[in-house]
């Protein structure tokens, strides 16, 4: 019996081959390399992968899905299988000599963020990342300042991350078929950071704050945090909002946060 997607895990399933082929192009593989598939479903980029690469490591949440794909690739001897949830799966124990990862996935909507910001905690093992995702989130990933889309994803990610938007998946190449455009990006980790900061929690927490009330000013939004004197101190403008400001500017606000005298009543 055909395995049935199940909406609780976001399942819908890569069913266009042009697409597949132009994944695994975009894929750039090369011999000795390791790699880790998120999210196989039934193995339409588990199947061409495993043609390629020395081994693959697969992580899938569903159950019936990890026993069709054991039966489906009983011969290949350079797959593994984890069962298991990517959300809370330690992704560097697949590196454990100090080798780069190479990730790949068409990830289910309605854990995408999450997954891609637990996967940012160990970008230390991780060569890069290619995903297939909701268009918007790609939109929002990419995204510069002074647009609608730029947010606290592009920031962070950014700051991770150089990000490249590669090409669009339309919905008829999915079964069942979703309501929305996905699209490929390239995530490749920094060597180091574009910016310093002193504290990678603090960045994330004025860029929170920050993007919380986005059509507030920095006056307002950071009112808590820091004075619109401090703000302008850094050579900001406090009139601006949050999408106006850079990953540099985030950068300044964050590192003057740090360094600000805790205040003892």
């Not at 894929?27 to 390399?33: C, D, K, L, N, P």
């Not at 891609?116 to 160990?122: A, G, I």
Request: hydrophobic content about 40%.
């Amino acid at each position: 019996m055909a395995h049935q997607a199940r909406k609780r895990f976001g399942q819908n399933f890569l069913q266009d081959q042009n697409i597949i082929n132009n994944i695994i192009g975009s894929a750039m593989i090369r011999s000795g390399e390791n790699w880790v598939e998120i999210g196989a479903g039934q193995g339409a980029l588990t199947q061409p992968l495993l043609q390629k690469v020395s081994h693959l490591d697969v992580v899938e949440l569903d159950r019936d899905l990890v026993t069709l794909l054991q039966h489906k690739f009983v011969d290949y001897k350079n797959l593994t299988i984890h069962s298991s949830d990517a959300l809370r799966f330690d992704f560097s124990s697949l590196a454990p000599n100090g080798e780069k990862l190479h990730v790949i996935g068409n990830l289910p909507y309605n854990i995408s963020t999450p997954l891609m910001f637990h996967l940012l905690e160990t970008t230390d093992c991780i060569a890069d990342m290619l995903f297939m995702l909701q268009k918007e989130v790609v939109n929002r990933i990419c995204a510069e300042p002074n647009g609608k889309s730029y947010g606290r994803l592009g920031v962070m990610m950014q700051y991770y991350c150089s990000t490249e938007w590669l090409f669009d998946v339309p919905p008829e190449s999915f079964n069942p078929v979703p309501q929305v455009m996905s699209a490929i990006v390239r995530l490749v980790p920094h060597e180091k950071p574009p910016v310093e900061v002193d504290d990678v929690k603090m960045l994330a927490r004025v860029v929170s704050e920050a993007f919380s009330q986005r059509r507030k000013t920095l006056r307002n939004s950071l009112g808590k945090s820091l004075t619109e004197a401090e703000i302008l101190e850094l050579e900001i403008d406090a009139n601006l909002r949050a999408e106006n400001i850079s990953l540099a500017e985030f950068a300044k606000l964050a590192n003057a946060l740090s360094r600000k005298p805790v205040e003892i009543d």
